[in-house]
């Protein structure tokens, strides 16, 4: 059992940045992966990015590419999504999932959730 506690979300203006954080606890995360997905007001969750605990590869959406970043401490068991020239449509509440079964973030069923943390973009 995993479990995930997510902060950093807030209101921002258009243009602005925002870092989430996700501490997790209970398990080793090393074959693990640790993803960000967020789900908008009457919209499905939708993926946002990932990363592969034992190497560091990390993977985007292409609506968020060269804007966000997934990174993760280590020693904190905590993984990060710097968010910068943020967007109105970028209004969501954040998830953090940490999946241990691959190919991950493919069988949903498997991942472990956060409580979401809530960004809002204005204009």
């Known amino acids: 059992q995993v479990q995930l506690v997510e902060s950093g979300g807030g209101l921002v203006q258009a243009g602005g940045s925002l870092r989430l954080s996700c501490a997790a606890s209970?398990?080793?995360?090393?074959?693990?992966?640790m993803g960000w997905f967020r789900q908008g007001t009457g919209k499905p969750r939708e993926f946002v990015a990932h990363?592969?605990?034992?190497?560091?590869?990390?993977y985007y959406a292409d609506s968020v590419k060269g804007r966000f970043t997934i990174s993760r401490d280590n020693a904190k068991n905590t993984v990060y999504l710097q968010m910068n020239s943020l967007k109105p449509e970028d209004t969501a509440v954040y998830y953090c999932?940490?999946?241990?079964?691959?190919?991950?973030?493919?069988?949903?069923?498997?991942?472990?959730w956060g409580q979401g943390t809530q960004v809002t973009v204005s204009w």
């Open positions: 999932g940490a999946d241990p079964s691959k190919p991950f973030f493919v069988r949903m069923e498997t991942v472990y």
């Open positions: 990363m592969t605990w034992s190497d560091g590869s990390t």
């Open positions: 209970g398990r080793t995360l090393s074959t693990y992966a």
